[in-house]
């Protein structure tokens, strides 16, 4: 039984030609943030706090969320600056972003 099938599924699995495929372009944004400065460990690396507001699932009351990324850093940011960061390639273990425009420097 299991063999009749076989052989009634295969014609028609045969009759069907193959379709060529188009190319698929995906363009993804890159993730574009802002924040603060608080730490440079390195020549090249700032850490940069990003806020947002977040609405807490229980009490409902909007609540800050602070998130510390390593960035990529050529231009230069000093501690206090407000920079935006942009998503890029793998850097190392932990720099998945890299600082795209100096915002406002910090007064000194």
Known sequence: MLAARRAAAAPRAAAAAPRARAALVVVAAAQVLQGTVV???????????????????????????????????????????VVRVTGCKPMSKTKRFAVSEIVRVADK
């Open 39 to 81: 730490s440079v460990p390195g020549a090249r690396t700032a850490v940069v706090a990003v806020e947002r507001l977040v609405v807490h699932p229980v009490y409902q009351k909007r609540v800050r969320d602070t998130k510390r990324f390593a960035c990529h850093d050529l231009l230069g940011a000093g501690l206090g600056d």
